[in-house]
């Protein structure tokens, strides 16, 4: 069973500061994707990286994948409460589900104004 | 299409009863997943259809379990017999022809079960 470690698992920042979360795993997947999970709702795909050593952008939040495709970071610059949030990894390769995905915990981050 | 629905939100049942869950997912999708959330995890995964064939199930769907997609558009899961350990969140979601892999999978906003 592939397994994906998040760290931290819980994170209280205040607003303005930047932060970032890890999902690491020992073995390597065909992509990995970002989720973020609001209360009560479904997880919302932010992000689907592919090639190692690959970086993405989405306004103040920065992916990356590692050269080894086995762990991605996910960097938040200047949070703001509205970042708060269950933020999900999902290595892409097997786990079930044709596509296989395979989550990890997930970590839980909370902005104060 | 206003996405992935799933009916009910919340379901609260005594331990023993049969309960049923419905997914209804993007129209054009044609692959449907089921997932398992519990407290403090990641979504874990049940199950798979592509259009109306159950191509993968999981070792954590029990006998007690068992999901169906007739016509290759609505899903249903039910679970007879329901234990206090199956309490979790159920979510549904769907994806385009070139899988969830691509462009993602595309959630519901859950069922909640609670076992009483």
Known sequence: ?113 | DTGVSQDPRHKITKRGQNVTFRCDPISEHNRLYWYRQTLGQGPEFLTYFQNEAQLEKSRLLSDRFSAERPKGSFSTLEIQRTEQGDSAMYLCASSSPNGQGRRGAFFGQGTRLTVV
């Open chain 1, 1 to 113: 069973t592939q397994l994906l470690e998040q760290s931290p698992q819980f994170l209280s920042i205040q607003e303005g500061e930047n932060l970032t979360v890890y999902c690491n795993s020992s073995s390597v997947f065909s992509s990995l994707q970002w989720y973020r999970q609001e209360p009560g709702e479904g997880p919302v795909l932010l992000v689907t990286v592919v090639t190692g050593g690959e970086v993405k952008k989405l306004k103040r939040l920065t992916f990356q994948f590692g050269d080894a495709r086995k762990d991605s970071s996910l960097h938040i610059t200047a949070a703001q409460p509205g970042d708060t949030g269950l933020y999900l990894c999902a290595g892409v390769g097997s786990g079930g589900g044709a596509d296989g995905l395979t989550f990890g915990k997930g970590t839980h981050l909370i902005i104060q104004p």
